[in-house]
């Protein structure tokens, strides 16, 4: 979304953070968020109406470019401990709460004991990040997060492009998912291009090669971009792809989209490939705490909405949650127990995701050599590496991979466990202006899908319906 930061704002961002950074230099940098497919014999039973294998062989891409506030940099050689301030000092400088991952962590009661120690998470971007592997360890150092090992790998060589939105979608989603299972291996699968045709490729390459039980997935195409519908051949291999990862017990993540229930069209548009019934979605929230960390309530994440936008909206707009219902898939047998719908719908779970209740990301692309660069970001794309993170924890807890978890988490939603191990939120909506959304209420609904997670309640809940 469209976002223009206020200059008085980002001076407060600076005179704060240099103070809190004990000294080095600091300097405001304004930047902008900035082979040939097959038929695949796709399962019919899936989608709304009957598939034609390959009728339609075009190519579409996915976008991936997640809301964050202009971006600055600080002096590499003197990289302080505890470098960010605390929410409320960061809503009395500039109306933006700011979460580090103890924050998060609290907020979402994930348990201390579970470290993602044995797991490996799998993070496909297109583009990739020229400056992760020190991004990634610059954010270890200022959060107090053990470092951990980070593979990157490129099943088709490395990119011969670069992409600035691409580059902090990889940034936040391979630090936050290490924000949430910190001892967790992080392998980084790179396709060339954001075209289906290699990022497809890639998410093969990862099950193929079965190099982690989870795959988190931050970008997705509106339904009605994917040229022929559910006869296009692109689309039916990637659903093939995800029916692979669950016959190998691989759990498959991706966030709802930044848009609203409506990609900005006049209809309700949910986003591939998170409406993709193998695919577990994660819709956003804005999520409100004390400086501790401490659970306080969540809405909607809508800033488009003024009764939704938070603190005054003094940043104006950087987006909307997805969530809608599909046009190409019927709804699945899991979904069914709750929704009584014929379409899938999305999402299927919730996470904080708004700018104005975002998250500290180190992202150096674009700065200059012996500096990184940091700001809040946010989107449904910083939730769905930090399921992927909740998932790893599970499966550390459980002894062995939970691979396809909609099911079971569809069963937790049902159960008398749902209150303690789910935030229902139940207030906002994601209509994004004007123009068509669903609201918020009891129970399941599109926006957020069964709620946010209360982790420590959730995981032992979700193992037992997952055994069962």
């Excluded at 306080?296 to 104006?316: I, K, M, R, Y």
């Excluded at 068509?436 to 599109?446: I, L």
Aim: glycine share 10%.
């Amino acid at each position: 979304m469209h976002y223009t930061p206020k200059a008085a704002a980002l001076i407060l961002m600076s005179a704060l953070l240099a103070a809190c950074s004990s000294g080095g230099s600091f300097t405001p940098l304004t930047t902008a968020p900035a082979h040939s497919p097959s038929s695949s014999g796709a399962k019919p039973a899936q989608f709304l109406t009957a598939a034609t294998p390959a009728t339609n062989t075009d190519d579409f891409t996915y976008d991936a470019s997640p809301p964050n506030t202009a971006l600055s940099q600080q002096d590499s050689s003197n990289t302080p401990n505890a470098f960010f301030p605390a929410p409320s000092a960061c809503i009395a400088a500039f109306g933006l709460e700011c979460l580090s991952p103890a924050q998060m962590r609290r907020a979402y009661n994930v348990p201390s004991t579970l470290d993602g120690t044995g797991q490996t998470i799998v993070i496909v971007e297109a583009y990739g990040s020229a400056t992760i592997q020190s991004d990634l360890h610059i954010f270890d150092i200022v959060n107090g997060l053990p470092d951990t090992t980070l593979n990157i790998v490129y099943p088709a060589g490395p990119p011969t492009a670069t992409n600035g939105g691409w580059a902090g979608e990889t940034s936040l989603d391979v630090e936050w998912a290490h924000a949430i299972a910190p001892r967790a291996p992080i392998d980084l699968v790179v396709a060339k291009t954001n075209r289906n045709s290699d990022l497809m490729p890639a998410e093969q390459y990862a099950i193929q090669n079965h190099l982690g039980n989870i795959i988190s997935m931050s970008f997705g195409a509106s339904e009605p971009s994917i040229p022929g519908g559910v006869n296009n051949a692109n689309l039916q291999r990637a659903h093939d792809t995800f029916q692979n990862a669950k016959e190998a017990g691989i759990t498959m993540i991706a966030s709802s989209g930044d848009a609203g229930a409506s990609n900005g069209r006049s209809t309700l548009t949910p986003q591939f490939p998170a409406v993709d019934p193998l695919v577990l979605s994660v819709g956003g929230t804005d999520l409100f705490t004390d400086d501790a960390g401490n659970y306080q309530s969540e809405t909607v994440w809508n800033d488009t909405n003024p009764a939704q936008c938070p603190f005054g909206c003094l940043d104006g707009i950087f987006g909307a949650t997805g969530g809608a219902p599909s046009s190409f898939f019927a709804t699945p047998s899991y979904q069914q127990m709750l929704t009584h719908s014929p379409s899938r719908e999305t999402a299927d779970v919730g996470y904080d995701a708004g700018i104005y209740t975002g998250v500290w990301v180190i992202d150096s692309f674009g700065v200059p050599p012996g500096f990184f660069g940091f700001g809040i970001f946010g989107g449904t794309s910083a939730g769905a590496p930090q399921w992927a993170g909740i998932i790893a924890l599970a499966n550390q807890a459980a002894g062995h991979p939970l691979g396809f978890v909609n099911q079971a988490l569809y069963v937790v939603g049902k159960s008398g466990q749902y209150n303690s191990a789910f935030h229902d939120v139940t207030t906002g909506n994601n209509a994004l202006f004007s123009l068509p959304g669903e609201s918020a209420g009891p129970g399941y609904d599109m926006p957020t899908g069964l709620g946010t997670p209360n982790v420590a309640n959730l995981i032992p809940a979700l193992i037992a319906a997952w055994s069962n």
